[in-house]
């Protein structure tokens, strides 16, 4: 239809509010969807599909079977491309196709859909107001308004989705600022009002045209107008209106399909969207320069032509992929130097931010080297994740340059000067009263930074002898030096590891010296092993995603996965073997992710006896999910050609759930590897480091959450400990999930494990007291044969007893509830490898043989239960 001349700028309200509803009108005339079903079996037919999966298919086959009638659609996996899927759809007399992302959970493009009907639905919108108002709709593109209309309602679909999402962001709002009030820690009273800001990752939100029925995410109403109806975040595509903008968390999840540049993008969202510690073109910058040697004179000083530094820019900006090629295709090392620096002139947020930016400067000026490295700390602390891991590599880099200043002239002084105008910048003078010759002090922050790398970035794990005057001094320094055990101090473990943040590193120390106590550092750099754990797993994801492995067949045991592939591996399994396997959900996380795990065995007329088995209660122990698969595995899979194993699907029910932790897990994997708890938020929180809040103070530990001796020994009350109860028992959503499972399953449940890392144990109640166990001395004789099939199979050693008094007292633990409130007789936790040489981060070549001699252990107790 035309527009017959008649713009914005020219016409009067009345006719511009008739276009208005003849648009509204014409979205309701567009086709409606007809999906085409495909008459024959298909046995590959993902299952985010319906019957509109035609399996391979050509397009000439299928524009025949779109023939006549505009709206029928059919979906097809590409015959050029396959793994890849089509959207094959009739409009106006011929057929067009278009490429199909799911990203799990909904179908994506410029938004999200539910459902493949949606999307065709909302395309076939957008293609009819295109072919009739065209014109019109870029004419008024550039004076548009938002406004609320009489039509806006919920969407029924969305009903359910938003109300849960209401009562997140509700949640979460309240904590955007919280005030903390008379808190009394175990140890300092905190009687003073904070104000603490919560974020994480704010949106960048941008006014956008949408095409179709937009709706919006936070509220799920529907965005009233044509043209400017709400904005769009530019780096995770949210949808909101902009009223609702105003209140939209700060959760901004980048994703690869809006981020479309490399140079010119803040670092918190390229490295989220990218899914690593710092950006790509940093690393392989750093590599290639360090690959043609660091003697080169002036290597940093002098300059590349800008054209060939703006050329080799384009050519990293344009694919990434092959950014390694790029760079060693390049013949000046100075054109890549000089790119390395203008990536870094160009962040809209400097590597050193400018929050932190007034600290570094008073770190510098004080008037003792120790007094300055001291504060400097502070100031490094206050940087965001994305800024302190790049700035850490980098640094790491300047320094290797300096110690060849003898052939390169490069000192710290002379790169510092070089980077000061790169990575520093003044912020708003308006703000702050920065002084003129603050040049000279950036210089001076970076010299520092470059001679002193080893001390203001090397983090420990000390590994301490069975002493008991170490045991009471360590348990002293808790608090006070920010430690985090690994192993807990207490008499009875044969060795106490433990990390500790960098600012304690020389107090810690001296603190050991001065009283006698011999110690070690076990692991030099642990960012460096979780740097390079994190690669390997990235590497093997694209490996996977390159070669379109996703089936059953293709899933590897002696890998470590992500919630979503465990998830997809269990519901598998359930497609393949419906006889033995039901995927089973219990309840969900505080973020709303489902707690899922599999109930195996062979149908009988009896009533059976069920065995438990859980994993990753803590978020850190990878291990643990890891063998809880390889027990599902041989369970399901080798149940067929193992007669002893169908005999134990034929005796017992098995529940195994391998991520209880899906939130904490998730975190542990994407964002902070050693991560323990879940991701609740507290009520209060005392403040010691209001910068690193969000890190320290959010969740609680789950396995002190069960209603057993709550707040007894092994916990604390402050939310930004490691071992924080909770406000009360069963106050987490996943420990009440499994509470109300393991009630269900009543008499039947015979034996629970819940499986842990690290040490090399096996154990039994009591953890919340020194007592036998009314059935200590069967659980003892049991556990002993249990440990001696565990110990033969690879010839580790592992030790067994009772929780209090083999590893340590403990309070609110999952073994001790059953125990004493489900009356299981049978409840064991178990300690997987190792020892204490790699800790968490247990390299992936144990992965099988943690799993195999633990899966010997499990049938011997089965034995031993069955006589």
């Known amino acids: 239809m035309a527009n017959n001349g008649c713009y914005r700028d020219d016409c009067d309200q009345n006719t511009f509010n008739i276009w208005k509803h003849y648009l509204y009108e014409l979205q309701l005339q567009a086709p409606t969807p007809k999906r085409v079903v495909a008459t024959y079996p298909i046995s590959d037919r993902p299952s985010h599909y319906g019957r509109e999966f035609h399996g391979k298919l050509s397009r000439e086959e299928s524009n025949k079977l779109l023939s006549n009638e505009d709206g029928r659609y059919l979906v097809r996996e590409s015959t050029r491309a396959p793994g890849q899927y089509t959207l094959s759809l009739r409009f106006n007399g011929t057929v067009k196709n278009f490429r199909l992302y799911y990203d799990g959970k909904h179908f994506v493009g410029d938004k999200r859909f539910d459902t493949i009907h949606d999307l065709v639905a909302d395309g076939l919108i957008t293609l009819y ?54 808190y009394q820690d175990e140890e300092q009273e905190f009687d003073e009002k904070v104000d603490v800001q919560l974020f994480e990752k704010s949106h960048s939100f941008k006014v956008h045209n949408f095409m179709g029925l937009p709706f919006c995410d936070f509220c799920g109403n529907f965005m009233w107008g044509l043209l400017g109806q709400g904005v769009k975040c530019e780096d995770c595509g949210f949808n909101a209106h902009r009223k609702c903008s105003e209140k939209v968390p700060n959760d901004c999840c980048p994703d690869l399909r809006h981020i479309r540049r490399v140079f010119g993008v803040d670092l918190t969202t390229f490295v ?38 703006e050329n080799l820019k384009l050519k990293l900006e344009t694919d990434l992929e092959d950014s390694e090629s790029c760079l060693k295709s390049c ?26 930016y007034p600290y570094f400067l008073s770190a510098i000026k004080k008037t003792t080297l120790d007094e300055q490295i001291s504060e400097m700390k502070e100031a490094i602390n206050k940087l965001l994740p994305a800024h302190y891991q790049t700035l850490k590599y980098l640094i790491a880099h300047l320094n290797r340059v ?16 070089v980077f000061c105008p790169t990575l520093m910048r003044t912020p708003n003078i308006g703000l702050m009263p920065f002084q003129v010759n603050s040049w000279q002090l ?34 002293s320094l808790r608090d006070k030096m920010d430690i985090d055990f690994w192993q807990e101090p207490t008499i009875n473990a044969e060795r ?43 590497q093997i994801m694209r490996n996977s995603y390159a070669s379109g492995r996703q089936t059953l067949d293709d899933f590897r045991l002696d890998y470590y996965h992500t919630y979503n592939e465990i998830m997809m591996f269990i519901e598998n399994l359930e497609r393949k073997h419906p006889a033995i396997a039901k995927v089973i959900t219990i309840g969900e996380t505080y973020e709303f992710h489902p707690i899922k795990g599999i109930k195996l065995g062979i149908k009988t007329n009896e009533t059976k006896p069920c065995i438990w088995i859980d994993a990753g209660i803590h978020a850190r122990e990878w291990i643990a999910p890891a063998t809880a698969v390889y027990v599902i595995y041989k369970l399901a899979v080798k149940q067929e050609v193992d007669p002893e194993i169908k005999q134990l699907l034929t005796a017992f029910d098995w529940y195994i759930f391998p991520l209880l932790n899906p939130d904490g897990y998730m975190y542990a994997w994407w964002t902070n590897r050693l991560w323990r708890k879940n991701r609740s ?54 420990t009440k999930a499994v ?115 633990t899966w010997e252990g499990i049938k011997v107790l089965m034995k031993e239960i069955q006589l």
């Open 681 to 734: 938020t507290p009520k209060a929180v005392p403040i010691r480091y209001p910068w690193k809040l969000f890190d320290e103070c959010i969740g609680v530990d789950l396995n002190r959450n069960f209603d057993i001796s709550f707040g007894g020994s092994s916990t604390s009350g402050n939310p930004c400990s490691e071992i924080f109860r909770g406000d009360y028992a069963f106050s987490e959503k996943e």
């Open 739 to 853: 509470r109300d499972m393991i009630m269900s399953l009543g008499s039947q449940l015979s034996v629970f494990i819940t499986l842990h890392s690290y040490s090399q144990m096996w154990m039994y109640p009591y953890g919340y007291k020194i007592e036998k166990a009314r059935d200590g001395e069967l659980l003892h004789n049991i556990t002993k044969k249990v440990i001696s099939a565990v110990n033969k199979k690879h010839g580790e050693r592992y030790r067994y007893g009772p929780i209090a008094t083999t590893i340590y007292p403990t309070s609110g633990s999952s073994p001790d509830w059953v125990y004493e409130k489900a009356k299981v007789k049978y409840s064991f936790i178990v300690e997987l490898r190792d020892r204490g040489n790699n800790g968490f981060i247990l390299p992936r070549n144990f992965i099988l043989p943690t799993a195999e001699e």
């Open 272 to 309: 989220k969207a990218y899914n690593t510690v710092r950006p790509f073109v940093v690393d392989y910058c750093v590599k290639e320069i360090e690959n043609r040697g660091l003697h080169i004179e002036g290597l940093y000083r002098v300059s590349g032509f800008a054209d060939d530094v």
């Open 331 to 356: 013949d000046d090392v100075h054109v890549i130097t000089g790119v390395l620096k203008l990536y870094f002139r160009l962040l809209p947020i400097p590597l050193i931010t400018f929050d932190a």
């Open 402 to 417: 300096s110690q060849q200043a003898a052939s390169n002239l490069m000192t710290p002084y002379n790169l510092s000067t």
């Open 129 to 182: 107001l295109e072919a009739h108002a065209a014109e019109y709709i870029s004419a008024l593109g550039n004076s548009c308004k938002y406004e609320e209309s009489p039509y806006m309602t919920l969407h029924k679909r969305h009903q359910k989705k938003s109300r849960k999402k209401h009562q997140k962001d509700e949640r979460r709002s309240q904590m955007q600022v919280t005030r903390v009030e008379n």
């Open 442 to 475: 950036e210089c001076a922050v970076l010299e520092i930074l470059i001679t002193h790398h080893s001390r203001l970035f090397k983090l420990y794990s000390i590994d301490i002898g069975n002493n008991l005057t170490i045991v009471e001094l360590l348990n």
């Open 496 to 538: 106490v590891s433990f990390r500790v943040a960098p600012d304690y590193h020389s107090n810690l120390e001296s603190v050991l010296k001065q009283n006698f106590l011999p110690f070690k550092i076990l692991i030099e750099d642990i960012q460096q092993l979780i740097d390079r754990e994190k690669e390997e797993n990235n």
